[in-house]
């Protein structure tokens, strides 16, 4: 039997749509079904680090399902076992270990477990927790989708369905200019979003971090569909692609983030590369942070409520230390620590990838 009253709720790194929806079905079932007290954390880990915590009651989470973001906030710089706490003369930032203030916030606050939802950097920060007695019970967020243990995590689907809005709109400008037109999509290393709204709109070219590509075969693309009589291309790019024997495109570097690589810009690269390289006229969108707003699609919501529901079964369940997942259509869980600092890319043998190419997508690569 679960010996669980009082539970806390995180939401930790880069937001998603979704974690609202998530946020409100663990309190509710937790209070509905189990008669739990709650408690919303603020901003991730940074929550527990500086004791920001207050009550969630059934009333606090009503008529959040469908809005974006969240409404406990997040923080994706807060790693409690390496946080930045002052700066060096040098400019360099202070780093110390700062788990015992998170574990003094959980034991103040009595905390049977703690709910945290998050990727692959918040399932890592839950290591010295879990260390320390901890229970601690995760739930796969990101529009990644690059979390291992899990095929699907929620955000996932409404920022491939927003990428697929902005290439579809891309596609009827590049045809009226006959231009190449290159929409850069997020995903960090890997490149899930790329992939599915590529094949989603029908991009004539799709780039992936994980095959790095060759502009020969682009240039070679581009003739292609010229002799076919197409007069634009559209492509989409993932922010981590780059070409082969090259390296990833950096916006920023953030000493501060446990993940410091701020990818972004190599659409704009490949826009110049191939106006060189082939005479083609060419313009680059970049998304951005667009992909992470907003209200969640359907989709992600019923994943969402289904996920939150199946946190709070563990926890009633007497589990420990497992992250929710979804495995073939199946919602299930497994070791929290299988998706701690690891990323789930795209293999040679993707089965949506075979299904591109034989409609005719280019990955920009021979093979
Ligand atoms: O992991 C989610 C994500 O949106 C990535 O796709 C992207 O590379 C990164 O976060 C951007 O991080 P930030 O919000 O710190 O700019």
């Known amino acids: 039997?679960?010996?669980?009253?009082?539970?806390?709720?995180?939401?930790?790194?880069?937001?998603?749509?979704?974690?609202?929806?998530?946020?409100?079905?663990?309190?509710?079932?937790?209070?509905?079904?189990n008669g739990w007290e709650v408690f919303g954390i603020a901003d991730g880990y940074l929550g527990l680090i500086e004791d920001r915590v207050r009550p969630l009651?059934?009333?606090?989470?009503?008529?959040?399902?469908?809005?974006?973001?969240?409404?406990?906030?997040?923080?994706?710089?807060?790693?409690?076992?390496?946080?930045?706490?002052?700066?060096?003369?040098?400019?360099?930032?202070?780093?110390?270990?700062?788990?015992?203030?998170?574990?003094?916030t959980i034991n103040k606050h009595r905390m049977d477990a703690v709910v945290a939802i998050g990727g692959d950097g918040t399932m890592?920060?839950?290591?010295?927790?879990?260390?320390?007695?901890?229970?601690?019970?995760?739930?796969?967020?990101?529009?990644?989708?690059?979390?291992?243990g899990t095929d699907l995590t929620f955000g996932f689907m409404t920022a491939v369905s927003i990428a697929t809005e902005a290439l579809d709109r891309i596609h009827t400008t590049a045809q009226s200019h006959s231009r190449v037109m290159i929409v850069e999509v997020m995903g960090r290393n890997a490149g899930w979003i790329a992939l599915h709204s590529g094949v989603a709109?029908?991009?004539?070219?799709?780039?992936?971090?994980?095959?790095?590509?060759?502009?020969?075969?682009?240039?070679?693309?581009?003739?292609?569909?010229?002799?076919?009589?197409r007069n634009f291309t559209v492509i989409c790019t993932a922010e981590g692609a780059h070409e082969d024997g090259g390296s990833m495109t950096i916006s920023k570097i953030d000493p501060t983030s446990p993940d410091p690589v701020r990818l972004g810009g190599v659409a704009h690269?490949?826009?110049?590369?191939?106006?060189?390289?082939?005479?083609?006229?060419?313009?680059?969108a970049v998304l951005g942070h667009v992909q992470r707003g907003g209200t969640p699609i359907a989709a992600d919501r019923v994943l969402a409520t289904r996920f939150g529901r199946h946190a709070t079964a563990l926890l009633r369940a007497g589990k420990r230390n497992r992250l929710v997942a979804m495995v073939g259509g199946k919602i299930t869980d497994v070791d929290i620590t299988e998706a701690a600092d690891k990323q789930r890319v795209i293999l040679a043998d993707n089965e949506l990838m075979e299904a591109a190419r034989s409609v005719g997508t280019s990955f920009g690569v021979n093979i």
């Open 1 to 33: 039997m679960s010996e669980i009253k009082r539970i806390g709720v995180l939401t930790g790194g880069g937001d998603c749509p979704g974690l609202n929806a998530v946020i409100r079905a663990v309190t509710k079932a937790a209070i509905f079904n």
């Open 57 to 104: 009651r059934a009333n606090d989470v009503s008529n959040i399902l469908t809005v974006g973001g969240t409404i406990l906030g997040s923080s994706n710089k807060a790693n409690p076992e390496r946080f930045a706490t002052g700066t060096n003369p040098d400019g360099s930032p202070v780093f110390e270990n700062v788990c015992d203030r998170c574990i003094d």
């Open 124 to 148: 890592s920060g839950a290591k010295p927790f879990i260390e320390a007695g901890i229970n601690i019970i995760g739930v796969p967020k990101t529009i990644d989708n690059d979390l291992v």
């Open 201 to 229: 709109s029908g991009a004539d070219i799709i780039l992936l971090p994980e095959f790095p590509y060759s502009m020969d075969v682009i240039s070679k693309y581009l003739h292609h569909r010229e002799e076919i009589g």
């Open 269 to 284: 690269v490949l826009a110049h590369q191939i106006e060189e390289q082939t005479g083609r006229e060419s313009r680059a």
